[in-house]
């Protein structure tokens, strides 16, 4: 079975430009979830959908990062314009909605420095 | 709304003896799944182990356990016969469900705790 796949995994931008991040969720799974990670931290969760549907964005800081699922599968988040402090890795994950597998399955992450 | 809380931003063992991670959490929700991931330097996150809320039973997977305390909303991981792969950084994580076991909100995380494994 194949993962959750994200791309680039790494990034380096300057300060006020913009940059997207895509994910691929594992096949047949409802949720997605967008999560922020800064070094040494515990994952911020961003926004999640299930299926289409947006079930939280309530920290995601919406004047500067936008997020969309597109048919309910692939997902891009987008930040526009870029602060030194959104420099973090940023991971998808997916998840059935019910019974075994409703655990998150992590991709690989994006780091992102923005200098 | 959830809180994850974990106390210990490190621990260390030695190879081949026991460790103790703590959790514990806030929750209004009556249903609710708790996990366990471990993130090694690579950073991909994977699961060692869940446990499900009306489950009285303490979830086992091999060499890791649970201590699953519901009334007081404590779920601490035990690793037993430590190996040096299992340094990492892990999270304990919420996730509530319906009385059917459907998830729905958030997946909340704790801040971790950086685990070293000395040789």
């Known amino acids: 079975e194949a993962g959750v796949a994200q791309s680039p995994r790494y990034k380096i931008i300057e300060k006020r430009q913009s940059v997207a991040f895509w994910c691929n969720p594992i096949s047949g799974h409802a949720t997605l979830y967008w999560y922020q990670q800064i070094l040494g931290q515990g994952p911020k969760l961003l926004i999640q959908f299930q299926n289409n549907g947006v079930v939280d964005d309530s920290q995601l800081p919406k004047d500067r990062f936008s997020a969309e699922r597109l048919k309910g599968v692939d997902s891009t988040l987008k930040i526009q314009p870029a602060k030194l402090e959104d420099s973090a890795v940023y991971l998808c994950?997916?998840?059935?909605?019910?019974?075994?597998?409703?655990?998150?399955?992590f991709g690989q992450g994006t780091r992102l420095t923005v200098v | 709304a959830q809180t994850v809380t974990q106390s210990q931003p490190e621990m260390s063992v030695q190879e081949a003896e026991t460790v103790t991670l703590s959790c514990t959490y806030d929750t209004s929700e009556s249903d609710y799944y708790l996990f366990w991931y471990k993130q090694p330097p690579s950073r991909q996150m994977i699961l060692v182990i869940r446990?499900?809320?009306?489950?009285?039973q303490n979830a086992t997977e091999n060499r890791f356990s649970v201590n699953f305390q519901k009334a007081a909303k404590s779920f601490s991981l035990k690793i037993s016969d430590s190996q040096l792969g299992d340094a990492a950084m892990y999270f304990c994580a919420t996730l509530p469900t319906n009385a059917g076991g459907t998830s729905y909100g958030k997946l909340t995380f704790g801040q971790g705790t950086i685990l070293t494994v000395h040789p």
């Open positions: 446990q499900e809320a009306y489950k009285q």
């Open positions: 994950a997916s998840s059935l909605v019910r019974g075994w597998g409703t655990e998150a399955f």
